[in-house]
């Protein structure tokens, strides 16, 4: 398996988010509850807080109000670096540095086997970029990416993120740029059995959102809707936020 055998709950008390104390809030007064394992998607026009909902789960914004439980316990309370290591982290703003794919992988985590790296590169679609090379995961990477397609940087980043194998996979778009059938082998992988963590995914793919256990639909900070796929997209709120999406 490469996924870790355990999700972590998840639970949001009247959660609210300011990135300023002076300015409006991002996010008004979540209440959510994700069980371990289940695989959530935060669906939402630009604006609506999902990208800063995400980010809060990472723990690099300690400063809001309510709550965030991690299996009952405060997020608070947890060692950042700890947490860390339970969180595989995909955001779209990541970057790629010059060194080898390897250390853009593991990130310098001498833990990590090749064998490891190769399997969840097969999952991810990468093993085709490492196989290309004939210095394969040793092979030379520039700064930020230069010279790969943007769709070689995803599945990096992505197979990044796999490789702590996460109880927490906490996904922003990680599709954008693959082809529709990478894509789906991605999606198909991620929802399957063989990926037991926690999922929170910010994206507004139908296909994935189709396969998740849970959509939260936000508007303007708060939740304008909330259930399975099926009930989420027969709601007005929906209609008419994605036809402004024109999805």
Known sequence: ETCNGSGIAIKAENLSYQYDEHEQYVLRNLNFEVKAGEKVCFFGTQGSGKSTLLKLFTGAYPNYQGNILLNNYPLGNYDLHILRQEIGI??????????????????????????????????????????????????H?????????????????LTRALLTLPKLLLLEDCWSGLERVEQEVMINYLTGKDCKCTILAVTNDEEFASKCDKIILLNEGGIAAMGSFNEIKNT?????????LSL
């Not at 990477?141 to 980043?157: A, E, W």
């Not at 007005?236 to 402004?244: G, I, L, T």
Request: no cysteine; net charge positive.
């Open 90 to 139: 995909y955001l779209g703003t990541a970057d790629l540095f010059s060194g080898t794919l390897r250390d853009n992988l593991t990130l310098g985590d001498e833990s990590i086997t090749t064998e490891l790296i190769l399997k969840i590169a097969e999952q991810t679609g990468l093993l085709q970029f490492i196989r290309s090379s004939q210095n394969g995961i040793n092979q």
């Open 141 to 157: 990477i520039d700064s930020l990416g230069k010279k790969l397609p943007r769709n070689t940087v995803n599945k990096i980043l």
């Open 236 to 244: 007005s709120v929906y209609k008419n936020m994605f036809k402004s």
